[in-house]
């Protein structure tokens, strides 16, 4: 049946395929965009979300350079073992928090204000 307002009209019976429907594969994986060119809303809302609005993003980043900066504190053979390679990206955000400490407090101070009074 065809909807109004779409763009694709619907396929037309054959002989082949007169009264049934196309199988559909349950382990195939669902189109990243819709036939509008948007992205479905299940996808947008879970997997996307702190990757593409940039305070959410800003949020993530604030709190792993605070939290690495912490567990440095705590444990500092615990990071310090991994300097190099995927792992190092944790001592690098320790470093940060240590070294740029008060620009990270100002930092989270309006990025907590943001959060509380404009959103």
């Known amino acids: 049946m065809h909807r109004p307002g779409s763009h694709v009209a619907p396929p037309r019976p054959t002989r ?3 009264g049934r429907q196309p199988k559909k594969d349950p ?12 992205f479905p809303d299940l996808f947008r809302r879970s997997v996307l979300s702190a990757i593409f609005n940039f305070q959410s993003l800003l949020t993530v980043i604030l709190l792993l350079i605070c ?11 615990l990071l310090d073992r991994n300097k190099t390679g995927l792992l190092g990206i944790f001592w ?10 008060p620009y990270v407090a100002v930092c989270c101070i309006v990025m907590a204000f943001s959060i509380l009074f404009i959103q």
Do not use: V
């Not at 382990?27 to 948007?38: D, K, N």
């Open 16 to 18: 082949e395929n007169q």
């Open 27 to 38: 382990g195939a994986a669902e189109p990243l965009l819709t036939s509008r060119g948007h």
């Open 67 to 77: 939290t690495c900066a912490y567990i440095r504190s705590l444990a500092p053979s």
């Open 92 to 101: 690098k955000c320790a470093r940060i928090g240590e070294r740029k400490s």
